[in-house]
Structure formats: C-alpha cells, structure tokens
C-alpha cells in the first residue's frame, strides 16, 4: 500500500467518526496544552532567575586564585606515597607560566593576571575621603573583562584610573559636624583625585605618599565587584606594592594573587574551571551556583511536564477505548479488507495511524491552545511582576512564560506516540483478526 | 482434459463447540475446471459457506488440501494467502459489506490501494467497471443510496477489480427482492459467459439453470443429485 494512499485512507476514516474523534481528541488537546503551558511557566521562571543572576558577575568568568601549600610533599622513609591522613595540598603559584597552563585549556579565550593595592586604599577627592578597592589589571582596556563604562572609556592609562560607579557613595566629609546635613556623592569624572598610600618600617614610622590621579572613566553598575573597584594599570600597582614592601616582585617566581579566566561558552565554564582546579589552583565562578538553581528549574520542567503528562496518560487510555469500540464496530470491515487482498501488516498500519491521527491533531489543538495561553498569560503577569519589580526594585522581567521551539515539536512527537501506543494493541487484535470469523461477525 | 483450477481432496473443518465436535465440512473431494460456472448447492448448515471460504483462502481447514491452480494453500503462510486473495480472488457476499462511508466508485476501488494501484488507473478501471455492471451514473452514490440489487451490483464490480481466477459468490441474491435476484443471476452468468470462472454458492433452485457444474452438500458432504432431491424433499421448504 502506497504511503499517500494510507494517510488518505486514516484521515478519510478518521473524518467520517469527526465527533467521537474529536471528543477522544480532547483529552490529548488538554494534556498536550497541559505539557506545553507548564514546562513553558518552568522555562519562563527559569530566565527569570537567569536575568537576575546575571548580575552577580560574567557568568563566564572564572577567578582563579594560587594554592599557597606547607611547601613541597615530602616524601616518607620506605618511599611511595607514605599515604596516612591528608596530605598538604602542594603549592601553585600563578606565575606567568603557570598563566600559559591554564591558556592552554581549550575553551579558554583569555586569561588576565590582576593584583590587589597592598599599601592602603584611602582617596580623597577636595575636602572629601573615601575608601576603594584598587586593583591592577594587565589589560590596556577594561572593556576585555566585559566593563562597559557610562562617562568616559574603559581605557588604562599612566596617571588615569577608571572607577566603578559606587565609589561616589563612599566619599564622606571628615570634618562633618554631628547633626550636619551629608555631602552629596561628588561626580568624579575627569576630576583629578588623590590616592594615599603608606608603609611602615621596622620601629613603626609611617611614610605617606601622595599619588594625583584623574578619573578618565566611569563604569556602568555591573552589581558585582567592579562597582567599588578603582582599576588602574598592573605594573602601577606593582611599582607601589614594591615601594610599600621595599623589595622587588618577580611574577615569574612569587605569582600573581588572581588571574581572571575568559571562557568562550558559558558551557564550557564548569568544565575549564573543574581542569583549572585539577592542576592544582583554586577557581571559583558563579557558575557553579548558577548551576545548582537551574538544576532546580529543571526538576520543576519535570515535574511540571509530569503533570501534563499524566494528563496524556489519561487521554491515552480514552484513545484506546475508542480504537477498541471502533474496531469492534467495524470487525466486518476488517473481514472485507482482508478478503479483497489486505496484508495483516496493512490493517496494522491503518488502525495505528487511526489512533496516532487522533493523538496528533490533539496534540495540534493542544501546542496552539498551550502556545495561544502562554502568551495570554505572560501579558497579563509582565503587568503585573513589573509592578512589583517597581516596589521591590530589581529589573523587570521580560517574559513570564517561554515557549521554546523544540517544545510544540516535542509535544506533537509525544502526543503522536501516545496514540500509536495506544492503538497497538487494538490494532494488533484487528490485524490478526481470521478473515472468516471477522467476515461472520454480526 | 483440461487442467482444473480448483483441486480439493479430503478436506474436512471441524468446530470445537463446547463438548461437541461440530463437522462443517466432512471430507470434500471436488474439482473445478477453468471457465466453468458451478454452483454449490445445499440446505442452510450444510457447509456452503465454509466450503467457500476455505476455497479463498479466508480460513483453513481442520485436515484434507486445496490446490488453486496448482499451489497448495496448506503451504502458504497468512501474508502469502492475503497476496493470494489479492491477486485470484473476486469475492460477493450475501449482505454486500460495501464499506457505507464510501461512494459506489470509491469501493470498487479500494482493493487496488492494497495492490500500490495509482489513483488515476485506480479511478479509471473502477469507472469502467462500473458501466459494466450498468451502474456508471451511480458512480457517487453512496451504498444507502443504493437499492440491494445496485449495492450487489457494486460488488461484483468490486469483485471483478484485480480480474481473478475465481469469483466466489455467497449466496448472492438471498438478500435480494426475486426481480433483482434475478438480475444478479444474469450478471454472474455474462461474466461466465465472458470467461470467467464462477462458484456460486445457493439454496435457490433457480440458480442452477446457469451452471455448467453443479455440487450437492449434505452434512459438509458432497452428494449426488438423486440422493440431494431425496433428503432435500424433507428440509427444503422451511
Ligand atoms: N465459527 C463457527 N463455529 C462453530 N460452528 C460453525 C462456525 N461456522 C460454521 N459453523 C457450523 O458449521 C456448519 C456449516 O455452516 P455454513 O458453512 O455456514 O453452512 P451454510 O453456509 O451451508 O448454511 C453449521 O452447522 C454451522 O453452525
Ligand atoms: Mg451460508
């Protein structure tokens, strides 16, 4: 039998039982649409969480910091591992070797060395002072580690530094008066500062050094570190840490104190920082928690798909009771169409495509009706979580439902299964059904 | 001699029914050449029917074979049989089983979806034999539409559609007024007399003024005409 003239014959015999179709088909409509809105409200809550998460740093980043160990494992008399209790773990340096390690990693786009001020971190800005994180960074602009500024660039530069947006907050007036009014956050942009930095020696004298510094740049609020970071170039910074420690740092031997990663996938990013932790450093990335909320979100597609699927599973039950029914009724059918020539393998595929025919036009109504309702309510509730968004703070979300493409195709594929199962053993009683007996039937 | 079509030697069909054996069919011998027109005659429960199907490969017997145009039955697994079916055999029922969803054209048709027949020459040879059962302007009627002697009419059309070895006929016109019945009678007759081989399968007396061959059943055992018009004198008129 050719393939056209099957699907014409199912959906010919389908079309003459139009209402006990269409009410079997029902129950796979709402299971269908069942799957289709609720694993659609667990992706949309998903990227939900997503879009907030993202504030808490490039997601694919990872900061990988040294392992300072007791030194080199010794070896114990007798040789071999000596075993016994927890080894010390051994020392990794972040030299600049130990940077080409970790760039050799695929997936690894580039890795930054970055290294903290040690010698304080008081600026003062005309009669005001206020406290930051000062960080040397190897890049010439910070638009490489994802910044983006607001005024000015994300350019470094000698006698610059570009500050995150916060540091305004910090400043204070030292001679305030108790009861006296606030400065306001002075905008520092192109504004020369003063940053402070001292040391002390061996009997406890302070020596103060005064650095005149312009802002030639203000970051955008990233909601992470960066937004109370002054970064300034590396070898700045070094230069100073050197005059507070009066001695020279070699990077080739002592290491930096944390070098940024750039993964290219955020797929990746698990994976590079498992390796980077393998070969002896430590990495953190907010993936990692990241990841343990879309685990969580992925249990709620389940069980949320769950749901639907018991739904179906309902459906599924009424399709075998109408192919059961119909091939009853039409017992001498079968008799006719095996005695003009029909193979059991014909009839098998005519009532199988009879009952996954039912299952995919319910899941037809289904996937628009679940699509059609997802949209229904994601405009009802972006009205609503922006307004609380506007009461909580926080950005408002842009979708509250989300039907992603390989769902309606899943779900049609599911349905569709659902029936043929359904009708197997049905259809299996109608294909071996003796000619004769199904002939006589009354 | 000719060679016969038909060849069948001790076979016998047996029903379990409960603790009963019942013996629908209890050693036939017959044959049956080409071109012939038999007509099996016999009171009701006799085995008309069973005989039939057997010959057309819709059921196996208990013992005994059938040999159609020299192929055993007996050797032929249920796919082989449907191919059979398909290919040599041209069934009528007494009570039609035209499938009622469809047109008249429609349903002579159908046998040919199983054979990969295009939709065009399907459409085309059920058109033709439509005209000639003389039923071409009834062509999108549907079997309700239809008078029973039409319906019938259809049938045979049907019946005719794969041009088989044999058209079986069961009891063909016992669902038919005498006017039609006897319309049908004719129609199976011009198909003999076109060449076809024809086994009607009756309990009316009428039918045999078209047979070449005729075989009497009693019991599921074939008899003779004298010893059939000697029982049958009891049991015919009920
Ligand atoms: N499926 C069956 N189960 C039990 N007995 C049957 C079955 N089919 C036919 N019979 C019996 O076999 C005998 C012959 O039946 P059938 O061939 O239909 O007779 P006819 O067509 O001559 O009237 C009858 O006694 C009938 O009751
Ligand atoms: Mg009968």
Known sequence: MKFFDLLRLIFGNLNRRKGRVALTAIGVVIGTAAVVILVSLAIGLQMNANEQL???????????????????????????????GGAPPQQKLLTNLAL??????????????????MAGGMVKYQRLEGWANIIGVDVDDLAL??????????ALGRGVVVMGPMIANNFYDPRQRPGQEPPPPPDLYDQQIQMIVSKWDAQGNETRKNISLRVSG???????????????????????????????????KDGYSMAVVKVANVDQVLDVADQITQLGYQAYTPQSFVQGINNFYVILQVIFGGVGAIALLVAAIGIANTMAMSILERTREIGLMKAVGATNRDVLAIFLGEASGIGFLGGLGGVLIGWLA????????????????????????????????????????????IGMISGLYPALRAATMIPVMALKYE | MTKSLVRVAGLKKYYQMGGTVVRALDGIDLEIKP????????????????????????????????????????????????????????FVFQSFNLIPSMTALQNVAFPMQFAGVTSARREMQARNLLAQVGLEDRAEHRPTELSGGQQQRVAIARALVNDPDLILADEPTGNLDTASGAAIMQLLSDLHLAGKTVLVVSHDPRMTRFATDKIFLLDGRVVSEEEYQSASLGTMDL
């Open chain 1, 54 to 84: 993202y504030g808490i740093g490039d997601l694919t980043q990872i900061q990988v910091s040294p392992t300072y160990g007791e030194g080199p494992v010794v070896v114990g008399p007798g040789g071999g591992g000596g075993g016994g």
């Open chain 1, 100 to 117: 080409e390690e970790i760039r050799a990693i695929p997936g690894v786009e580039w890795v930054v060395p970055r290294e903290f001020l």
């Open chain 1, 145 to 154: 580690l994802g910044l983006e500024a607001t005024q000015g660039s994300t």
């Open chain 1, 218 to 252: 203000v970051l955008k609020e990233a909601r992470g570190e960066s937004d109370w970071t002054i970064y300034m170039p590396l070898d700045q910074v070094k230069a100073l840490n050197e005059w507070a420690m009066n001695r020279r740092i070699n990077y080739n």
């Open chain 1, 374 to 417: 997802g949209q229904a309510i994601n405009v009802i509730a972006i009205v609503y979580l922006a307004g609380q968004a506007n009461q909580q703070g926080g950005p408002p979300p842009s979708v509250a439902v989300y039907t992603p493409l390989w769902l309606p195709v899943f779900a049609l594929v599911f349905s569709t299964l």
């Open chain 2, 35 to 90: 071109g012939t027109f038999t007509v099996v005659m016999g009171p009701s429960g006799s085995g008309k029917s069973t005989l039939l199907y057997l010959l057309g490969g819709l059921d196996r017997g208990t013992s005994g074979e059938i040999w159609v145009d020299g192929q055993s039955l007996n050797d032929m697994d249920e796919n082989s049989l449907a191919l059979f079916r398909r290919r040599s055999m041209g």
